[in-house]
């Protein structure tokens, strides 16, 4: 036993190593950089790494959160007591075009809404402030064209990523150049899985939002996803009726597209227990996964986060 916690200490160490290195050769290499935020525990433990990496020092960049309007309410309310408690700048964005046009969940699809509230308004934020590196929180092992990216991952003038352009990454050197007008998605957690994700969160005591512990939450059924009833705005189909059930999330998005898990895990170690011996897709709550056969990729291309 002793044995297996030195070794998880030491990959985490390692992994911490990695990712401050990614972070601060960023900023040095970089003009312009910015933080994706999500207010995902991904995100929680990329902003730690960050404040670890530039201690004492403020962040040397400001984060990014490109908000659809349909988070979950408590995922609002953590991103503005966090980012209140520890200072940070923050730049929240809306696709205010698609937002005036009505586009939503439900009348246009996950396909349609995805593209418009979050592609084109993540390419929006990125032209309208000049950003020139955007950190991301994703991982390798979330998804099979995540597993394609480097951790530079190069985009053209048009926030467009083409697998067959990316750069050798051969003894973790990274390629920062770009041309004017293009820009780089670098991706410090490359290298973590979720279950590595959550020790640093033990480890770190970072917080995260309530949603990841068991609760019971009103959820419906809907063709074999639990959707949490967050708000007023979610439409019911006829003979759906919310029931209280003991429910968790393994990722967060828009409330109407993330589909929960029945659990009894209401600490991080009792998550951990259940990551240990999960049979299932860390991402198979997410509806925007499954639109059509490599969906995520489209989306990646088109500049998706």
């Known amino acids: ?25 960023t900023v040095a290499e970089f003009a312009n ?10 995100s929680q433990v990329l902003l730690h790494l960050a ?8 962040l040397p960049f400001p984060l990014l959160h490109v908000d659809t309007t349909w988070k979950f309410r408590d995922m609002y309310t953590f991103r503005d007591n966090f980012v209140a408690r520890h200072g940070l700048r923050l730049i929240v964005h809306q696709n205010r075009k698609a937002l005036a046009e009505g586009i939503n969940p439900f009348d246009h699809g996950s396909q349609k809404y995805t593209h418009a509230m979050k592609t084109q308004a993540l390419l929006e934020a990125l032209a309208l ?3 020139d590196a955007a950190f991301g929180g994703a991982r390798r092992d979330e998804e099979k064209s995540r597993a394609k990216e480097r951790v530079f991952s190069f985009r053209d003038k048009h926030g467009q990523w083409d697998p067959r352009r990316q750069r050798p990454e051969l003894w973790n050197l990274y390629n920062g150049r770009v041309d004017a007008g293009e820009s780089m998605r670098v991706f410090p957690l490359s290298n973590w899985t979720e279950l590595d994700v959550w020790h640093y969160v033990l480890r770190e005591r ?13 959820v419906i059924d809907r063709n074999g996803s639990l959707l949490m009833v967050d708000d007023e705005r979610m439409r019911l189909r006829p003979g759906e009726r919310p029931t209280l059930r003991k429910v968790r999330f393994r990722t ?15 600490t991080v170690e009792a998550v951990i227990h259940e990551m240990v011996h999960a049979r299932q897709s860390e991402r198979q709550g997410r509806l925007i996964d499954h639109d059509e056969e490599g969906s995520m990729e489209l989306k990646k291309r088109e500049g998706y986060f």
């Open 33 to 42: 950089p910015v933080m994706l935020y999500s207010i995902g525990k991904d």
């Open 51 to 58: 404040r670890k990496a530039f201690h004492p020092a403020p």
């Open 1 to 25: 036993m002793t044995d297996t916690i030195h070794a998880r200490s030491t990959h985490l160490q390692e992994l911490e190593a990695e990712s401050i290195h990614i972070l601060r050769e």
């Open 252 to 266: 967060l998005g828009c409330y109407p597209l993330s589909g929960a898990i029945e659990s009894s895990a209401t």
């Open 129 to 131: 402030h000049g950003f």
């Open 206 to 218: 970072i917080p995260v939002v309530p949603l990841y512990f068991a609760a019971e939450r009103p």
